[in-house]
Nanobody, 117 residues
């Protein structure tokens, strides 16, 4: 499985960005996808996840501001980020969970999101 993110950039506080993650390869073995982020000096954290037939989950810090969605026809995952804050500054990674291992085994290269104050 290959994952390629796009859509990061520099945005002022209060602004919006939409990240995209195009998936290819053996995606039939994937049962969930998610967005993680790692800010400067911080641990990597799960921002939002989505599973087939199940509602999405969000980190408390982004609830009401971020929306995860997927277009199965395009094999693409999205993260709509609104009301961005400087603390949202991070490298954002797309990840896919293997149905056999139950782990997020596949990762994209990451895309930088910088929110200026």
């Amino acid at each position: 499985v290959q994952l390629v993110e796009s859509g990061g950039g520099l945005v002022p506080a209060g602004g919006s960005l939409r990240l995209s993650c195009a998936a290819s390869g053996s995606i039939f073995g994937i049962d969930a996808m998610g967005w993680y982020r790692q800010g400067p000096g911080k641990e990597r954290e799960l921002v939002a996840g989505i599973r087939s037939g199940v509602s999405a989950d969000y980190a408390d810090s982004v609830k009401g501001r971020f929306t995860i969605s997927r277009d199965n026809a395009k094999n693409t995952l999205y993260l709509q980020m609104n009301s961005l804050k400087p603390e949202d500054t991070a490298i954002y990674y797309c990840a896919a969970r293997d149905v056999m291992s139950g782990e997020y085994d596949y990762w994209g290269q990451g895309t930088q999101v910088t929110v200026s104050s």
